[in-house]
């Protein structure tokens, strides 16, 4: 598998017709594709800003979207790249979540470690009984989640 840069506009295109619960993300700081031998995209990884406040130091990158078609090893060679890609240009962390019930054997073999259990969260709309209906299936409201990790040493510059 050959890892490449791609657009934004690829990666979401990917993103919404494969990835199983969440939506295509809005923006990023880069997007980088898995392509097999014959040059077909088989996974995407987006990278941006961390959605929370507080990891948003300008060191910290926050992998959006990491989705497949289900190759062996594609996750961990997406968050691998990222990583890498991260670390050169001077991030010195790079955070990510799943949802409870996924492994997580991607991030470890990717040398991400598990930092924190998330609760479920019931969402924006949660206290909206008008809006109840309305709510969008995709995403993680309600859905318990995991904060991942993987920092730089001293000793990687």
Avoid at 75 to 88: D, M, Q, T
Wanted: glycine letters at 10%; charged letters at 25%; one cysteine or more.
């Amino acid at each position: 598998m050959i890892i490449s840069p791609i657009s934004l506009r690829i990666a979401q295109e990917f993103v919404r017709l494969h990835h199983r619960h969440n939506k295509p993300p809005r923006g990023h700081k880069f997007s980088i594709g898995l392509k097999n031998s014959s040059g077909e995209i088989v996974g995407v990884a987006t990278a941006g800003r961390p959605i929370a406040r507080h990891f948003d130091d300008g060191l910290t990158l926050e992998i959006n979207r990491t989705c497949t078609t289900g190759e062996r090893n594609a996750n961990s060679a997406l968050y691998g790249a990222v990583w890498r890609a991260a670390k050169a240009m001077g991030y010195r962390r790079c955070i990510t979540y799943t949802q409870a019930d996924e492994s997580g054997a991607s991030l470890r073999a990717a040398g991400f470690v598990r930092v924190k259990d998330i609760p479920p969260r019931a969402g924006w709309a949660a206290s909206s009984v008008a809006l109840k209906d309305k709510r969008d299936p995709l995403g993680n409201g309600g859905v318990a989640r995991v904060l991942w990790e993987i920092r730089s040493h001293q000793n990687d510059q």
